[in-house]
């Protein structure tokens, strides 16, 4: 089917109220009309072939992540030519991000993203050829290759990524198949060639072009890790010397599968129309349709329960887990800001979590609406993806204060040890008969460490109740003790060395012997206390309402697209109806109208 039909189709789509159709057509005809048209190109192969270890070797940046293993269902846009390196991001919510350094773009931040646009400051492939990586065919996530088919239709041609150690796989071939690329331009990459010879090269390129089930037009042999892409770059000056050709073929075909759709609902209207009782009954089917697509959903929706239940158990223990070795290793590492960290943890564990979750469940749903239907019923998988842009955990409780924990008693000890001090340093003025010293004597910073080290285990301050009773009667030694007191406590006050920063030698070390023999095992108790009480409670809580709002948004969405899905015909046939009944004529006239589109629809190619 050539462009200059596309207003003929519009005639037709809009001849039956298809306002899908007019919205597809009416793209293809501005692209059309828009002069020189970018092509799109998606790379497609087997996880780990090269995908994105190529598309670095194309580009200036050499920035995308090549990552371990399969991790976001995210498309990659890359363009050429730009004036400088940058992404765009555009989030399932809707949401955009402008990011200048690529280098940040980590496949594990971008679980909620839809399409990262790389721009790009290459000149080695044409500024209107979009290169698109995409996730691996043989991805275990369905998510990864429910949103390649979905991209797909978008696509002009095909670039093949083929590992030359892998050849021909059978998820490969399965794939292709599958989405049917033949419809399409189709190029090949060996990559990872680095190790062979030119003869293995030669024979490997024969048996993928004997064995690949599709004709391809050119077969390239490159090694990224080595910069060879010399063989690429002939297919890419194929591809912009043929671009028009490519991508007027590619629309062509997307004009014939139009053209093949609409011949079908007219033939669905023509054949109810033959009188009122077929119309009659063509309206009551589409209902029993409608009814067989809400049953199917219900169905679904149980399964979608189902499989929620257990994911919510492994999220809850995942989510225990994970804040209890990060809170253990703060507490363990320590901090001059436990809670704050503490609430950091939580918060950024809790966002990851929701994101895996987010994934797992778009994973369930996807599985579920691509099953093949039983007899009888109808396939899901045309049915829009669903939003769940706003699946969220609110705060959770934090009612720790980990900063004070085990140091409740440290005033406490403090005037304890200061009073111990002052009391030893009377004593031995007056048990060698030196007064006078201890009158014109100044205190140093010996004597303050000499007065610390009568308490060497702060924690026997607190319990041994016979210190406590020392430290009173040592309290009531008379003026001069009280004198001495002052100066250990104005002289703490000061700082280190009369220097005045931070807290006193004698505050500093009650802190230090605290924090060393029972903050720490107090905090341990009280993060599994708050753990165990406090937030796996609320976080299962609010799992199950998420889930809840899984269930309510997928049924909503699902029974909208049912609904609108039927509509349209059952809007066509009680048309119909109406005419045949009170105007005769017209009725004739629509369907005389109809044969004549159905008979040009047939004849066009």
């Not at 979905?150 to 021909?168: C, E, K, M, R, T």
């Not at 589409?286 to 999220?315: A, F, G, W, Y």
């Not at 749903?365 to 993806?385: D, R, V, Y």
């Amino acid at each position: 089917m050539k462009r200059e039909h596309i207003p003929f189709l519009l005639e037709v789509a809009g001849s039956i109220n298809s306002n899908t159709i007019i919205s597809e057509l009416q793209s293809l005809s501005v692209k059309a009309k828009s002069g020189n048209t970018p092509i799109i190109l998606p790379f497609i192969g087997e996880f780990s072939s090269g995908k994105t270890t190529l598309i670095n070797a194309l580009t200036d940046s050499h920035a995308l992540e090549t990552a371990t293993r399969p991790t976001t269902a995210t498309i990659y846009e890359v363009h050429f030519g730009a004036p400088k390196n940058c992404a765009d991001i555009i989030f399932e919510d809707g949401r955009e991000e402008h990011v200048d350094n690529i280098k940040t773009l980590i496949n594990d931040n971008l679980k909620e993203a839809k399409v990262v646009t790389v721009f790009d400051t290459s000149t080695k492939v044409s500024p209107y050829t979009i290169i698109v990586d995409t996730p691996g065919i043989s991805s275990p996530d369905p998510k990864h290759k429910l949103t390649l088919v979905n991209f797909l239709p978008s696509a002009d041609g095909i670039i093949l990524i083929v590992d030359i150690n892998q050849q021909l796989t059978k998820s490969l071939i399965d794939f292709i198949k599958t989405v049917k690329l033949a419809n399409k331009e189709i190029y090949a990459v060996l990559t990872k060639t680095d190790t062979k010879s030119p003869i293995d090269i030669e024979k490997a390129k024969c048996y993928l072009a004997q064995n690949c089930e599709m004709e391809i037009r050119h077969i390239a042999a490159v090694s990224a890790t080595k910069n060879d892409i010399t063989e690429l770059s002939v297919i890419f000056k194929d591809i912009e010397s043929r671009k028009e050709e490519i991508v007027r073929k590619a629309d062509e075909r997307r004009l014939d599968l139009i053209a093949e759709k609409l011949n079908e609902e007219i033939k669905n209207i023509i054949t109810a129309s033959s009188d009122d009782t077929t119309l009659e009954n063509k309206i009551q089917e589409q209902n029993v349709i409608l009814n067989r697509l809400h049953n199917q959903i219900e169905r679904l929706i149980r399964n979608i329960r189902d499989s929620l239940e257990p994911l919510n158990r492994e999220e809850s223990r995942k989510f225990e887990d994970q804040v209890t070795s990060k809170l253990s290793t703060l507490i363990n590492a320590g901090s001059q800001n436990y809670d704050a960290e503490a609430v950091g943890a939580i918060n950024m564990t809790a966002s990851a979590i929701l994101g895996d979750y987010r994934q797992k469940v778009l994973g369930i749903i996807a599985k579920e609406t691509t099953t093949k239907p039983k007899e009888g019923e109808i396939s899901l998988k045309n049915l829009p993806g669903i939003d769940l842009s706003s699946l969220s955990l609110s705060g959770l409780s934090y009612n720790l204060n980990l900063n004070e924990i085990g140091h409740e008693h440290d005033n406490w000890i403090k005037t304890g040890v200061i009073a111990l001090g002052a009391v030893a340093a009377v004593g031995a003025v007056v048990g060698t008969g030196g007064m006078a010293a201890a009158a014109e004597g100044a205190l140093t910073i010996s004597t303050v460490a000499d007065v610390a080290d009568t308490v060497t285990d702060v924690g026997s301050v607190i319990h041994n109740r016979k210190v406590a009773s020392r430290i009173e009667k040592a309290v009531r030694y008379g003026q001069q003790a009280a004198d001495k007191y002052n100066s250990i406590d104005q002289f703490n006050n000061q700082g280190y060395g009369g220097q005045g920063v931070g807290k006193g030698m004698i505050d500093s070390l009650v802190g230090f012997i605290a924090e060393k023999t029972m903050s720490k095992p107090q905090r341990s108790r009280a993060i599994r206390l708050y753990i165990d009480g406090t937030l796996m409670p609320e976080f299962k809580v609010q799992i199950t309402a998420a889930s809840d709002q899984v269930i309510s948004v997928v049924k909503d969405s699902l029974e909208e697209a049912a609904n609108a899905s039927i509509s349209e015909a059952t809007q066509n046939l009680i048309q119909l109806k109406d005419q045949l009944k009170t105007k005769k004529e017209e009725f004739n006239e629509r369907i005389t109208s109809l044969r004549s589109m159905q008979t040009k629809l047939l004849t066009l190619d």
